[in-house]
């Protein structure tokens, strides 16, 4: 059933928007994301979020500061188990990939849902950029949603997932997975999860975090997450977004799944991500 959600009443007032594609995404012009009069553009940026899904500004060349000052506008900010330590600003985490590390990040999925409560968006910068490649891939899991047949909706609706941080963390942090577990222990999501916000419905599992389904066979499990991922691969609920060095994607982690192509090696990537803390999510009928 389609919600009543109305992206067309959402009010982005005097902002310059050009969206990327019918189905997601929009580049934000003529906004300094550093300036001191931000603050007043926040209601506007955040329509945009919810309208768009993910929204692109360039040439933002923000300080470290100025990018974590402008995610606190949107709520509490996280830091990922992945920071190093003596990092002098824990809550950017930085992914940085050139001759010696292939990019890893080719995978469709949603930022940390290994988390009891994941994150809302995740606002990420580009620092130095291939001269070309590198692109990341950005797709609307509520379109992915409302393009499942209506009894295949009833279905996923009533089914609960597992995700797990180790399966991507105990390799890449070189952790036992009992030792993430302590603090990270598996956590259970509702497969399709109601957007807090706009009330809309979103396939909420992904290939890089989630185990299995509650309840069913392995087997079974197994192809309804492969069908489940699958949804995510259409050309027609996606954008496309290529950056330069400056260029900033803020993303609602709650609506959509994004894959970064790693198809620039062995140039150097540099992006810095700020990301903000999300509510625990939930279904509603
Ligand atoms: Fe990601």
């Known amino acids: 059933m389609a919600t009543m959600f109305d992206r067309a009443k959402l009010d982005t007032g005097a ?31 955040r329509a945009a979020l919810l309208k768009y899904g993910v929204i692109f500004f360039r040439d933002q060349n923000l300080t470290q500061e100025q990018h974590i000052a402008f995610a606190r506008h949107f709520g509490d900010l996280e830091v990922h188990p992945a920071t190093p330590k003596d990092q002098p600003n824990p809550e950017v985490l930085r992914i940085a990939h050139g001759p010696k590390s292939r990019g890893q990040e080719n995978y469709w999925h949603s930022d940390v849902t290994w988390r009891e409560k994941p994150s809302l968006g995740s606002i990420l910068l580009a620092r130095e950029v291939p001269e070309c490649g590198g692109d990341t891939l950005f797709a609307n899991m509520h379109l992915a949603y409302e393009r499942l047949s209506e009894q295949m909706q009833r279905i996923c609706e009533g089914l609960t997932a597992v995700h797990d941080i180790a399966r991507v963390f105990a390799k890449r942090l ?8 302590e603090r990270f222990p598996p956590i259970r999501h509702p497969v399709i999860r109601t957007h807090p916000e706009t009330g809309e ?4 599992v992904n290939t890089a975090f989630t185990s299995h389904i509650e ?27 290529r950056w330069q060095a400056g260029s900033i994607a803020f993303w609602d982690n709650r609506v959509c799944q ?28």
């Open 15 to 45: 902002l310059d928007i050009k969206p990327l594609t019918p189905a997601i995404g929009a580049e934000i012009h003529d906004i300094d994301l550093g300036a001191p009069d931000t603050a007043q553009r926040i209601p506007e940026i």
């Open 174 to 181: 070189d952790k036992a997975p009992a030792d993430l577990h």
């Open 201 to 204: 419905k979103a396939i909420y």
């Open 215 to 241: 309840g069913l066979s392995e087997k079974e499990s197994a192809w309804l997450l492969d069908h489940l991922y699958a949804t995510a691969k259409d050309a027609e609920i996606q954008c496309r977004f």
């Open 258 to 285: 994004h894959l970064a192509a790693s198809d620039y090696f062995p140039a150097r990537r540099v992006m810095e991500r700020v990301t903000i803390a999300g509510d625990r999510p939930y279904f509603t009928p």
